[in-house]
């Protein structure tokens, strides 16, 4: 029945399961607090233009270029460079990239495609005037150069001319070897035209990600456009960039000025397809590759913005920061996500502590508490009075197990939008059989780890279970996520049975705190005993 679920499904019920027996039932009274997991949910950018100035899905669409009957599109311009070789042809298109680093291999060992073998290609142009656009689709451009080869540092420049009885287009296009390039398109007369930011690449399956289109615009909004769930036409103006992006990729545009309209609307398969509403002498940025934090910031520091954080970007963009400056001292990426535990813990200790000292108290006075409420379970008022008393009495609060972990709630969700969304941690090993952190585990090694550790914090955790039912069920909770983690990324893994070794060691280290406050009372009783025979 699990195999059913998908990979969200599956990482949100393990989340939900953890918190509601990890914290629900460390409370005499489970608080009933709902937690909103939605990490993936986009925010609305103010500013839309009226739906009257764009062009009807019958006109400008992603699906409906592909009723033109084009001509056999060849490779007009090749771009060689150290990390990449992208391609231009006939119809003035990137029509692909390929990565050469081998870390961006798909699982068949090939290299990595960037551009979609379907779908519209990056700087494709669509005319709104469907005759102009029919003759535009039968017309190949001229190169000024057939091969560019780009030094480490190099840049290069290539035009691209398209020569149409009433109309001649002009696109300059300068290359650059960290796969950024600039863009001119210029018309020898007036004539509406859209280009195309292309469609996401395609290359490794995805894992518990948001894949799609993103428009990032105004006062540093983020609409995010989800495959398979994209309803009619948005149009936005004051856009800092446009992407469209899977887990580790990424086609962006950038550069362009306020007023330029940018469009995003549905395919046939309900997935965003991105345009840009061009005007003569229209200049713009763009980018093609891997979202590396370090690179895309280099490029422009807009661009970092294409990484896609969810709801909590404001913790996991500085927790990102901080693993990097890590990578930096240690030089390898899987100490370095111990390293980060380390410091999460501890800048989490005093919430943690309080959280596990509450429960311990709360432990304690739990068979006076039963006392209480078998006394007065015909009285309920009579019963909480009674109950608050007594917490009061021995500095013991019913929410202080609940509320630390409740905190904890956005490190966590952070940490996991860090782990699964670095592209730098992709083909990159930790130790012996571990080969690649942004990839399960293949010997389910560290899963199996993380659920040893989490049921022996579990033994050493107190509990107040009075259901039989809830008891059992908390007790299987390190086989099931064992089960759920067996696919998670090996760093998100890694992450967790580090945190699972810090909460025992600091367990261990209360429960031994009250264990001696335990036998120096006992101690003292006895000696007043004694006192008192004497």
């Not at 003569?280 to 990484?307: C, D, M, Q, R």
């Not at 008022?381 to 009674?386: L, P, S, T, V």
């Amino acid at each position: 029945m699990l195999e059913k679920f998908s990979p969200n499904q599956r990482l949100l019920l393990a989340v939900a399961l953890s918190f509601a027996f990890f914290i629900g039932y460390t409370t005499l009274f489970p608080p009933k607090t709902a937690v909103n997991t939605d990490v993936n949910r986009s925010i609305p950018v103010a500013t839309k233009i009226p739906l009257a100035t764009a062009p009807s899905a019958t006109e400008v669409n992603a699906s409906s270029y592909t009723n033109v009957k084009t001509m056999t599109t060849d490779t007009l311009t090749t771009v060689n460079a150290k990390e990449f070789t992208l391609k231009v042809d006939t119809l003035g298109r990137i029509s692909s990239v390929v990565l050469k680093n081998a870390k961006h291999n798909g699982k068949d060992g090939k290299l990595s495609e960037l551009i979609s073998a379907t779908g519209a290609k990056p700087l494709f142009i669509r005319f709104e005037d469907e005759i102009v656009n029919e003759v535009a689709s039968k017309t190949p451009y001229s190169s000024s150069m057939d091969n560019i080869i780009l030094g480490e540092n190099g840049k290069a420049s290539v035009i691209l001319t398209q020569n149409m009885p009433n109309l001649t287009v002009t696109k300059t296009l300068t290359f650059y070897a960290d796969g950024h390039y600039d863009a001119k398109v210029a018309l020898s007369n007036e004539k509406r035209y859209y280009v195309y930011l292309g469609q996401h690449p395609q290359i490794v399956e995805q894992m518990m990600t948001v894949v799609g289109g993103m428009v990032y615009a105004g006062d540093n909004l983020t609409t995010i456009f989800e495959d398979g769930d994209v309803e009619g036409r948005s149009i936005f103006t004051d856009v800092h960039l446009a992407s469209a992006f899977d887990q580790y990729y990424a086609s962006i545009m950038y550069g362009f000025s306020k007023e330029t309209q940018v469009i995003v609307e549905r395919d046939n398969d309900n997935n965003p397809v991105t345009y840009l509403e061009g005007k003569n002498n229209f200049t713009f940025n763009g980018y093609i590759g891997p979202k590396e934090y370090k690179t895309l910031e280099a490029i422009n520091p807009v661009l970092v913005h294409s990484i896609e954080f969810g709801f909590f970007t404001f913790v996991a963009e500085p927790i990102f920061k901080v693993l990097m400056w890590l990578h930096g001292l240690l030089g390898n990426w899987g100490w370095s996500i111990v390293a980060l535990t380390a410091l999460i813990r501890i800048f989490l200790y005093p919430l943690t502590q309080k959280g596990m000292v509450s429960m311990q108290k709360i432990k304690e006075i739990a068979p006076r508490i039963k006392e209480v409420q078998e006394k007065y379970k015909g009285d309920p008022q009579r019963m909480n009075a009674a109950v608050m008393e007594m917490y009061k009495k021995h500095g013991a609060n019913p929410l202080g197990g609940c509320l630390p972990l409740l905190l904890q709630i956005p490190v966590f969700f952070a940490i996991y939008r860090v782990l699964l969304n670095a592209v730098e941690l992709q083909g990159v090993p930790w130790i012996l059989w571990i080969n690649d952190l942004s990839r399960m585990d293949p010997y389910y090694i560290l899963p199996i780890m993380m659920g040893a550790t989490m049921f022996l914090q579990q033994r050493i955790t107190p509990s107040n279970f009075t259901d039989p039912l809830q008891e059992k069920i908390f007790k299987y909770l390190p086989v099931i996520f064992t089960f759920f983690f067996f696919t998670f990324p090996a760093g998100l893994v890694l992450y967790w049975f580090v945190n699972n070794l810090f909460s025992i060691a600091q367990q261990y280290l209360v429960n031994k705190q009250f264990e001696a406050a335990r036998i120096m009372r006992h101690e003292a009783h006895l000696a007043e005993k004694h006192h008192e025979k004497n």
